[in-house]
């Protein structure tokens, strides 16, 4: 884009997923950005990633990618799952569709997709990454970053013009402003830790579960999960209590992992060479909620992405939350000029605090339903005859999770509409004891009743 006379140096604090790709979508727009980023380049040879990790990317994620031009190169080495495989305690297989034919959500390598957009970030004209930078809190008064260097501890300070805090769900920035008057912040622990674990690849990189699916063995208090790897290797995550009978806390020694996988997830086991030593060697990671509120300061500072709003991760969406902040303040950029600071941020807060405030919600619901409903054949019932109900009423009814992952409708009016069906599939559902009965005559009338008195969406 040509400079224009608006054109402003900027700061983006964080160059996870949300900082780079922002940091691109600000340069796109013709302004000169630094971006701050605490770890060393991931580029760089002999980094040290850790483990491989991926997220499932759905439609919110695309749009913002493809605001950039990359959603088509990301999508080459995503794996399309079009529905989730619940595994009973003895191996047994369940089947359901997230969407109708040919939806999906794609599982990406998360440090993949980190790399690309940094790469395109470093490519665009404008743009400067300074890797090894620590912020360590903000002035906001002299509108000063306090930064440290990470290879040689030297603490410096730099100015700023306008900052975007994009350092995640524990943000230096957001801490700053939280010693603010007035500024409403909360964060919430789940009892629940997780722990990331490997199914391994097949002879030949071939995949031993199937492929294309998000994998669900659900426990009822906890439950894993597994994602699948271009490598034919899968990604699984425990959500398990961090005390109890059944908790991280009881489990401490190589035969007692053993003995508890055995038991609840067998079908697993065989596929996890590496469990036992994983289990001592990984991490045990804590589930957070964090509210805050204002994400502003003045027209100088911004919060966006997990700084502003992080979630637990049930319902795939914190990075395709954060992906859409993008979108949305790119679209305030196009409505009031890419100068008009003060309007910009005060929408985007307007906008997207109550949005996201709902998605929380709906991360914690979702928790319950992957790891108890899904295992429930009424539950599976209950999906089958809202997919029957949306095809008797296109558009008039669109699931739950299909306006939250196949749409960008504001996730608030997602939460409220899928309230709503709630309330009418508890009406619905004891008349119905198989998929047929939907099309007797008295579950008939009363569809026919319930979507009449309906004058907006379900
Ligand atoms: P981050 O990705 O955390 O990036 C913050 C960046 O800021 C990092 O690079 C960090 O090094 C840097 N930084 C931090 N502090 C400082 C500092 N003081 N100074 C300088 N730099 C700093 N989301 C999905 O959409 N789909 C999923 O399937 C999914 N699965 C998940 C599974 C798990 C187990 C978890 C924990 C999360 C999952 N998420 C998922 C959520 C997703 O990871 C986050 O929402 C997303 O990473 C947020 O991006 P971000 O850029 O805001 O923050």
Redesign the pocket.
């Known amino acids: 884009a040509p400079f224009s006379p608006a054109t402003e140096r900027l700061t983006v604090?964080?160059?996870?997923?949300?900082?780079s790709l922002l940091s691109l979508y600000l340069a796109r727009r013709g302004h000169v950005v630094d971006v701050?980023?605490?770890?060393s380049d991931p580029r760089r040879a002999g980094f040290q990633e850790g483990r491989s990790i991926n997220?499932?990317?759905s439609d919110r994620?695309w749009k913002a990618l493809g605001g950039v031009g990359v959603a088509d190169d990301i999508r080459q080495v995503g794996i399309p799952m079009s529905g989730r495989v619940m595994h009973d305690v003895h191996g047994n297989l369940t089947r359901q569709p997230y969407g109708h034919d040919g939806q999906a959500i794609y599982s990406v390598n998360?440090g993949h997709l980190n790399r690309r957009l940094l790469d395109l970030a470093e490519a665009q004209p404008g743009v400067t990454l300074h890797f090894g930078?620590?912020?360590?809190g903000i002035d906001l008064r002299t509108k000063e970053l306090h930064l440290r260097d990470t290879a040689t501890q030297q603490e410096h300070q730099a100015p700023y013009a306008r900052l975007f805090g994009?350092?995640?769900?524990?943000?230096?920035v957001r801490s700053t402003l939280q010693r603010t008057d007035r500024f409403d912040y909360s964060q919430d622990f789940l009892d629940y830790g997780?722990k990331e674990l490997t199914i391994a690849a097949g002879p030949g990189g071939a995949w031993q579960l199937e492929k294309n699916a998000l994998h669900i063995w659900p426990r009822g208090q906890y439950l894993m999960i597994a994602l699948p790897n271009l490598d034919g290797s899968f990604n699984a995550?425990l959500f398990f209590p961090f005390e109890g009978p059944e908790s991280f806390a009881a489990l401490q020694t190589p035969a007692e992992v053993t003995a508890f996988f055995d038991r609840v997830f067998p079908d697993a086991v065989p596929l996890m060479p590496a469990l036992t030593e994983e289990f001592f060697a990984h991490p045990t990671?804590s589930?957070v909620t964090v509210k805050c509120f204002p994400w502003k300061h003045g027209d100088d500072v911004l919060l966006?992405?997990?700084?502003a709003h992080?979630?637990v991760?049930f319902y795939?969406?914190?990075?395709?939350?954060?992906f859409e902040d993008c979108t949305v303040l790119n679209s305030l950029f196009e409505a009031h000029g890419d100068s008009d600071w003060a309007s910009i941020f005060a929408e985007f807060q307007a906008q997207r605090k109550p949005n996201n405030d709902a998605m929380a919600d709906l991360a914690l619901y979702n928790f319950v339903e992957m790891r108890d409903r899904v295992a429930d054949p009424n539950f599976l019932l209950q999906k089958k005859i809202e997919a029957k109900i949306s095809a008797q009423f296109p558009g008039r009814w669109v699931p739950l999770y299909s306006q939250v992952t196949f749409s960008d409708t504001p996730y608030a009016e997602a939460w409220a509409a899928g309230q709503r069906q709630d309330a009418i599939m508890a009406r619905l559902m004891p008349r119905i004891k198989a998929e047929a009965d939907y099309d007797l005559p008295e579950v008939q009338a009363l569809v026919q009743q319930e979507m009449a008195t309906r004058h907006e969406p379900a």
């Open positions: 604090m964080g160059a996870g997923l949300v900082g701050f980023e605490r770890r997220l499932a990317l994620g998360r930078q620590q912020c360590t994009t350092d995640g769900a524990f943000s230096a997780y995550t990671g589930l966006l992405g997990d700084a992080a979630i991760p795939g969406q914190g990075m395709n939350a954060g």
